[in-house]
Every structure is written in structure tokens, then in C-alpha cells.
């Protein structure tokens, strides 16, 4: 059994085919995918298919790369958590990579989903891109290891991964590890113990070899437990059944 920590089954490239997307999960026995928020816009969607399928999970919170939405505040976040289907708070995190200028507001943003994590006593689904200082510093700040949660689709090197694990996060590899090129990241997933990593489609994007350039779905995160497999000479059974463990683990409110 294998798991799909992070995807977007709500995103237009992939939504009207749910049938086929549902039917390759059942093939490649990923019994569990979980569908994460990025606006509140697009949220009664996500909710709706964590409502809908009993194994899709959801998540609540605003992605760092929206920048022309309304503020959120921990009561909102609070609310819309409000139930056994939401598993999770994000995703958030800080992203200067996508956008440059005064990003004050990225980092309110990302305070605000880690005090409702807090709050709401449901891990954080952290994204991070050339702003890893500054994830850190606010993350300590911030008290986010009482919330703990998962740096997603990892891209860091692998002292922030250490800093990451210290604080009593998981660290989550997408498709990325099996691009050829990718050759940090193999180093970096291979340092990593199985025990604090989680595998991820982080679908539609970022689809893992054979499948560069198509569009992801959750089916295709046997490829990625295949490489991290590869990398660090460990069965494939084994990958799956950690990582598996570490899901139910981390989003302790799902039922394994
Ligand atoms: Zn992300
Ligand atoms: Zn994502």
C-alpha cells in the first residue's frame, strides 16, 4: 500500500478525469491521496471530493504564489477546518521564487496558518522555494514544531532538511528525484531516513519519469517510492510501508 501525501485533484487539467485518476490509484494500490487547498476560492471543491470519496483526504489553506487574494485570518482557517474531512492546515509556506518585491505579506500569510495549525492541533503542509532562511526563522518563531506537518515536494539541500526533521517535520519528495538532472535532491532523499519522509505527486505537475511532462496523478507515486527505493538500496515494499506509516502518522485524524 502507497500513499500520495500531495496533489491538487481539483485543478482543471485533472479534474474531469477523476474516473481514470481513481481507477490508476486502485492499480497501483495508492489507497490514500490527499487534495490540498490553495485559495479559499477553490477550497468548497476540495472539500467537496474529500466529502465525496472516503479516500481522499483535504487540507485548508492559501498557497504563497496567490498573492492578489483577500487576507486570511486564524478564525477563518479555523472554521473551515472544522471537520473530521480536513486533515490538514495549507498548504503555506514562503515562496521568493515565483515572486520578488516586499513580500511582508507571504510571510503574515504563513504566520496566520501556523497559528491556526496551532490552534486547531493539525499539522502544516509547508511549501518553500529560495526562502528557506526565512521558513526556518519563522517557523521557530512561530512555535510550528507543537503544530508539526511536512515540508512539501522538497527542494532544499539537505541541512534544511536537518533543521526541517529537528523541529518534528516530515520531509516530502515529488516526481523531481527521478528527474535525471536532478542530481541534489537524489543526495538529499538519500540522506534523509525513511523513518521522517513522506512521498508526494504534488499532481498535476511535476509528473515522475517515465511520465516527465504529462499531467501527474496521484497513480504515479509508485515511481517516486521506486526511485527513493533505488537511491537508498531499500526494497520498494518497505518505502511503501514506511511511508505509508508516516502519513497515518503525521495526519494522525485519518484512520489507517
Ligand atoms: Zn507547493
Ligand atoms: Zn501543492
Redesign the pocket.
Known sequence: MLVDS?CHLDFPEIADQLDAVLQLMRENQVERALCVSVTLEDFPRVRRLAETYPHIHASVGV?PDYEKVDAVSVEELLALADSPRIVAIG?T?LDYFRLTGDLEWQRERFRTHIRAARECGKPLII?TRAAAEDTLRIMREEGADKAGGVM??FTESAEVAKAAMDLGFYISFSGIVTFKNARDIKAVATAVPLENMLVET?SPYLAPVPYRGRTNQPGYVKHVAEEIGRLKGVPFDQVCSITTKNFFNLFNSIKG
Open positions: 500531495h498557497h498548504e509556506g511549501h512539501h515536494c504534488d
